[in-house]
Nanobody, 123 residues
Framework: QVQLVESGGGLVQTGGSLRLACVVSGRTFSMYAMGWFRQAPGKEREFVGSINWNGDLTYYADSVKGRFTISRVNTKNTVYLQMNSVKPEDTAIYFC????????????????WGQGTQVTVSS
């Protein structure tokens, strides 16, 4: 059983920064590509970014490209989402997800999910 636990969410002002972390347990972390998704109230879950198993390939949604960065430390079983220059429209619950093989950009392709962490950006 693979378990994912996110942390690092909170309240941040527009233009500020926040770093989310997701710790994975239960299987060999380096087997999995990791993704970050978010869901705002009344909206569907949307792709934020993803990273392949060794970190040399990353993908981002256009809405966060240039502001958010995904990274991973396999020895710590952890994937990070560095959020810079945040905007009120970044307010959402952020979820990390894991899947075997290559990184993907759509939620149904991920088999394992965390419970999410709330990020609120004040204007």
């Amino acid at each position: 059983q693979v378990q994912l636990v996110e942390s690092g969410g909170g309240l941040v002002q527009t233009g500020g920064s926040l770093r989310l972390a997701c710790v994975v347990s239960g299987r060999t972390f380096s087997m999995y590509a990791m993704g970050w998704f978010r869901q705002a109230p009344g909206k569907e879950r949307e792709f934020v970014g993803s990273i392949n198993w060794n970190g040399d390939l990353t993908y981002y949604a256009d809405s966060v490209k240039g502001r958010f960065t995904i990274s991973r430390v396999n020895t710590k079983n952890t994937v990070y989402l560095q959020m810079n220059s945040v905007k009120p429209e970044d307010t959402a619950i952020y979820f990390c997800a894991a899947r075997a093989f290559d990184a993907a950009t759509t939620a149904p392709r991920y088999a394992y999910w965390g419970q999410g962490t709330q990020v609120t950006v004040s204007s």
